[in-house]
């Protein structure tokens, strides 16, 4: 299995960035996904999840109203859209695969792809 991250980059404050993950040898239309991230020095944070038919999807609080998590089950692929990017949005951008548990807990994701940088100025 592999899950592989992109889109990550430098923008300013208040600017937008979409991240993409492409899975690749798993059976993508039965997980759900999710987004995590880790800042430096803090551990890893739930932002956003998205069912395995993308009826339903859950935010952090910190990203509500701001991230949009989406997937394309044809492409297997999911999405992270992130608008109104704040200084405090700065991490490691994680994507991962959930057969069964809670989508708002990392220790229950089955895959994990590498992360990808966003680093927003202030």
């Known amino acids: 299995v592999q899950l592989q991250a992109s889109g990550g980059g430098l923008v300013q404050a208040g600017d937008s960035l979409r991240l993409s993950c492409a899975a690749s040898?798993?059976?993508?239309?039965?997980?759900?996904m999710g987004w995590f991230r880790q800042a430096p020095g803090k551990e890893r944070e739930f932002v956003a999840a998205?069912?395995?038919?993308?009826?339903?999807?859950a935010y952090a609080d910190s990203v509500k109203g701001r991230f949009t998590v989406s997937r394309d089950n044809a492409k297997n692929t999911v999405y992270l859209q992130m608008n109104s990017l704040k200084f405090e949005d700065t991490a490691d951008y994680y994507c991962?695969?959930?057969?069964?548990?809670?989508?708002?807990?990392?220790?229950?994701?089955?895959?994990w792809g590498r992360g990808t940088l966003v680093t927003v100025s202030s």
């Open positions: 998205i069912s395995d038919t993308g009826g339903s999807t």
């Open positions: 040898r798993l059976t993508f239309t039965s997980y759900f």
């Open positions: 991962a695969a959930l057969r069964y548990g809670n989508w708002r807990y990392a220790n229950d994701y089955d895959y």
